[in-house]
Structure formats: C-alpha cells, structure tokens
C-alpha cells in the first residue's frame, strides 16, 4: 500500500512516516521545509527515512496544487495523511497570513487532489484540540460546540473540519479529522513549552510559567498518537450511518491532563537541575486546561494511549541531548 503524508518532515509526520515504513508500507512525504523553526531539525527528521527504498521525499508547498499533483502522478493511492499546516497558537496573533496560506489554502489543495484520486480509501487529516477554545466543559468531547475560537490558528482548524465535511458530502469522498491534544517527544517542535522550559533550564536562564501555573495540558506522547494513527489507516474509515456524510471527527490525546507545574517537575527530575520560573499573566489566544474524551477512538479504533509524562518526558530529555551533544 501506498501512503501520501504531507508534512513528512514534521513532527508527527516524521514519526508517522517511520512507521509506516517499519509495516513495510510505500511513502510518498512532502515537506516545504520552511523555516518557520529551524529547518535543520526538519532534515534531521529526514535523515532516518531518505535512505530507505520505500520512501520517497518531495520539497514542495500544498499551496502549489500543480506541484502537489505531480508529486503522486502516476501512483496508486491508498491513503492521503493530511498533516501539513502552519502550527502554533501565539503565532499566528504575529503572522495570520501564514495560517490562512497553509491551513485554509493548502488544505482545499490537498482536497482537490484527494477527490480525483481513484480508488482512495480514506483521507486523514490534522485538525487540532485549540478548536474547543474556552469551552468550560470537561473532558472536551467531539460532540461539543467548537464556535468560540479564542485564536487564529484554530479557527482555521475549526474550517478544515468544515471545509472537510463539504467535500464528503459533495463528492462522497472518505475523511477522518485528528484533534490532536498535546503531542510531545523525541524529534518534537522548538515552539512548545516542554522544548523551552528544557532549554532554558540547561542554559541556567527562566522559564516563564503563563496564567501563574494555574494551567492543565492533555500530554500525549508521540508513540502513541503513531499507534492511533496506524490503527486508524488500516482498518479504514468508519461507514456512516443514517444516511452521514463519510466525514468523522475524533479527539486523540492521552484523557490524563496533568497540570503545568507538575509538568516542570518531571524535567527538573530528568534533567537533575532546578527551574527558576517567572509567572506571568495567561497569553492572548491561549486557554488554561485541556482534557479529551478519547472514548469515540477507543471504541472505534481501539486506541488506548499508555504512556505518563513520567516515562516520556525524560526520553525527549534524553533525545535533546543527544541532538544538541550535550
């Protein structure tokens, strides 16, 4: 079987990627590579799939839909995972016409190609759990209204979900959308908090701890979220039933949230050094607990995350250090 994974050099894409080789499995990645973090994090990410003979790595952007259409001319798709997008919560306050290039553009691109794809089984694609905004509701449940963005970024996120549902309704096409909650581990971004309290407390600087602490995140390691996602690919989408639109919406997170402090103690047992912190009032756009109900994909998909901060945070402790040779 082959794979299409936009944003193979990301995050979770690389990880997704690695495992889908693992099963034997052709890959198809694309990657802009841009340099919205280091890119040389991105072509470390790389260097662990290029060499292998079922991968193949196109360097092109999902807003160049002729590009993108190129890339699998000629090939057999039996998936498309739509991971490509603009992340980040506070960046998109500082440059929101990133988020509506990647997230909003580039996404009716990967649409557009997907519909004309005979014979494609299912497309699955990153949605985000900041749709939830402020909902005081918790765990936060796929059945909960998501009209109340509090950021850019998931208000595109929220439209993904959106422009997904009409093109299974007009074109039947097969979709599952991810709200992902908190993804963390080896490989991880530089623009989230785990990787920065990480940095900054090696280096001996401050950590600014938002909302004085008072914060709750759904932690969710990488491998698991991989586990789910490669469930979710080969059993296919769930039918619809009453007459729905092939269009799904699940949350996948760890349903353990964990407050912030507790967060920072685990790094200062891994890394052995205390944090200084300053605590500063919550940030625009951000939201102070998050927490899944994760009991749709585990039913449906048998996903049952089982990794604790405890166990997986001091692994991208371990992983940091060795990138960085410290």
Not at 161 to 175: G, M, N, R, W
Request: aromatic letters at 10%; hydrophobic letters at 40%.
């Amino acid at each position: 079987m082959t794979v299409l994974v936009t944003g193979a050099a990301g995050f979770i894409g690389a990880h997704l990627c690695e495992a889908l080789l693992a099963q034997g499995h052709e890959v198809i990645g694309v990657d802009s590579l841009n340099d919205y973090y280091d890119p040389a994090l991105k072509h470390h990410r790389l260097e662990n799939l290029t060499p292998h003979p079922g991968f193949t790595f196109h360097h092109l952007d999902i807003c160049d839909l002729a590009s993108l259409q190129d890339a699998v001319s000629g090939v057999s798709l039996g998936h498309v995972v739509h991971l490509a997008a603009q992340a980040g919560v506070r960046y998109s306050i500082q440059n929101p016409h990133a988020y509506v290039q990647a997230n909003l553009v580039g996404h009716v691109n990967v649409l557009e190609l997907c519909r004309h794809i005979d014979g494609l089984q299912h497309l699955i694609c990153a949605s985000s759990s900041s749709v939830y905004g402020g909902n005081r509701k918790i765990p936060f449940s796929e059945e909960d209204r998501v009209d109340h963005p509090v950021s850019l970024y998931a208000a595109t996120k929220k439209a993904d979900e959106l422009l997904s549902y009409s093109y299974a309704h007009l074109f039947d096409l097969p979709q599952t959308m991810l709200r992902f909650f908190t993804v963390y581990g080896p490989k991880g971004r530089p623009d989230m908090a785990y990787w920065s309290f990480t940095e900054n407390i090696l280096k001996g600087e401050p950590i600014r701890v938002f909302n004085h602490g008072d914060m709750r995140r759904d932690f969710t390691y990488i491998d698991d979220v991989v586990d789910g996602m490669i469930r979710m690919i080969a059993k296919g989408p769930i039918p619809p039933i009453d007459g729905d639109k092939p269009c799904r919406v699940y949350n996948i997170g760890n349903n353990q949230p964990q407050p912030l402090l507790h967060m920072i103690e685990v790094l200062e047992e891994a890394l052995q050094k205390p944090a200084e912190k300053i605590f500063e009032p919550m940030q625009l756009g951000d939201v102070k607990e998050t927490y899944a109900d994760i009991s749709a994909i585990q039913r449906d998909y048998g996903f049952e995350p089982s990794t604790p901060i405890e166990e997986g945070l001091p692994k991208f402790v371990s992983w940091y250090r060795d990138y960085h040779k410290i």
